[in-house]
């Protein structure tokens, strides 16, 4: 069990730029989550995937968000346009079928938009 | 809606200290309750969990009771070490839903 793996570690982007981060879930982990957390606040939720269907999308994840899963393994989060508020740690997670699931978490992307 | 709301910190005990961690939460239906930890420098690490009224999670000396008539989660320990200094998460999953909620998180500091 190699956990949940995340790349980049750090991104820095000047403002306008797109960006894609990459997330490796548990290989037998058929579900996939991306969370947003800021400074001082909890992770929030943005996205999740069960195998590579997209089932649920928060309002944060406006449409300059996009989030994929092509084969069912490992997932995508493509930010275009990026803007200052976008700033923040960006979590993957993942967890087996079946409710409730504990989620195991990577060591996130900290994006930094200049 | 649902939302967890943690007791507002920083936290600093001295070592061996007893812990409490307040956490309470409103959620349609049954939610599934968690406690997340995040060491300096490392991601999430879930601490424990319970998924129904009266349940009891524990690990690493932590304890926390699932209590519905109060809505809480409250996280303890009867002696904290050092290195039990890190950021601590109440979270839940509400009935089938998927997605976790996270309170805000607290700050615990433990001084030699």
């Known amino acids: 069990d190699t956990g949940v793996s995340q790349d980049p570690r750090h991104k820095i982007t000047k403002r306008g730029q797109n960006v894609t981060f990459r997330c490796d879930p548990i290989?037998?982990?058929?579900?996939l989550y991306w969370y947003r957390q800021t400074l001082g606040q909890g992770p929030e939720f943005l996205t999740y995937?069960?195998?590579?269907?997209?089932?649920?999308k928060s309002r944060l994840l406006s449409d300059r968000f996009s989030a994929e899963r092509p084969k069912g393994s490992f997932s995508t989060l493509e930010i275009q346009r990026t803007e200052q508020g976008d700033s923040a740690m960006y979590l993957c997670?993942?967890?087996?079928?079946?409710?409730?699931?504990?989620?195991?978490f990577g060591d996130g992307t900290r994006l930094s938009i200049l | 809606g649902n939302s967890v709301t943690q007791m507002e910190g920083p936290v600093t005990l001295s070592e061996e200290a007893f812990l409490t961690i307040n956490c309470t939460y409103t959620?349609?239906?049954?939610?599934?309750l968690f406690w997340y930890v995040q060491y300096p420098g490392e991601g999430l690490q879930l601490l424990l969990k319970?998924?129904?009224?009266?349940d009891k999670g524990s690990n690493k000396g932590f304890e926390a009771t699932y209590r519905k008539e109060t809505t809480s989660f409250h996280l303890e320990k009867g002696s904290v070490q050092v290195s039990d200094s890190a950021v601590y998460f109440c979270a839940l999953i509400p009935g089938a839903n998927s997605k976790l909620t996270f309170g805000k998180g607290i700050t615990l500091s433990v001084r030699p």
């Open positions: 995937f069960q195998n590579e269907a997209q089932l649920e």
């Open positions: 997670a993942s967890s087996l079928d079946g409710n409730p699931q504990p989620q195991h």
């Open positions: 290989s037998e982990h058929n579900r």
């Open positions: 319970a998924t129904k009224a009266d």
């Open positions: 959620a349609t239906g049954y939610p599934s």
